[in-house]
């Protein structure tokens, strides 16, 4: 059985040629899917061999509709593959991980995608990369969802129907939400699987990172009503009601409103300490990220609100990019 593996990018410059780089001879078919890119990243594509496919700039790109031309670009190539692997082009493979993933999907009919550990290679470069790399690092085993580095069985992806064009932030989570509907298992295998560069130096990258993640909360919620349910309710209880209530609270009632409220946020951040300690951070480490974590309900919310309007006015939803 043959692997077909299937990169996506958009000016990821030397990101990109380390992700084709570490494909090269893993997989039998490499494809490579450029959303307007202006780096010369699909000049250095081509060098490496690659299929090469650039996506039409009239229509909004995201990263399911990437991934999706580059299955059908598989299709139109005729080539046989039984399993594919979607990489982003900020991602390098690790040595040995086709082998083990496509010998984990041999051995199980009924495993529909497996993934492994993605790890952040610079970090301790910034805060921001380290919120990446704990961010990643989830449990092996049997898993709902996984994030967009993952080995599919080419059924199972033709059963769900592939990705949802439409989808610009958690697309990974909404596919395999309807991969599992289809009757598909899924899991993790406890194997380093892709290196990832997310190039995050700057508070307001991060802020835009966020925002896209409440835009995904809110629009695969609006999919699939039961999913992202705890992480919507989190951000408009910490982003939006207690700012409101501390608002009129200082305005009609006490300033012990806001010192009520300030008790609740200092509380919760007390709480996301000891739970990021109990998966294994150091103190230091679990204070800091825990900083950002309590901060993220408000461009979370800033996101949520942005599906929220594009949908009512049925504007396109365009991709909220973070580099």
Known sequence: MSVAAIAIGRNEGERLVRCLASMKGAAEALIYV????????????RATGAVIVELDMSKPFTAARARNAGFAALVGQGIVAEFVQFVDGDCALVEGWIAEA?????????????TGWRSEIFRDASIYNALCDFEWRRPAGPITTCGGDMMVRRAAFESAGGFDDTVIAAEDDEFCVRVRSAGWKMERLPLEMTRHDAAMTTFGQWWQRAVRSGHGFA???WLHREYFTRERRRVWFYGGVLPLVALLGVLFVSVLVLLLVLAVYGLSY??????????G????????HAVFLSLSKFPNLKGMLTFYWRQMRGSAMRIIEYK
């Open 281 to 288: 951070l150091p103190a230091e480490e679990a204070q800091r």
């Open 270 to 279: 007390w709480r996301t300490v000891r739970g990021l300690v109990g998966e």
């Open 219 to 221: 629009q695969v919620g």
């Open 102 to 114: 496509k010998a984990a999907l041999e051995a199980d009919p009924q495993l529909g995608i497996v």
């Open 34 to 45: 450029d959303s307007g890119s202006s780096d010369g990243s699909v000049d250095a594509a």
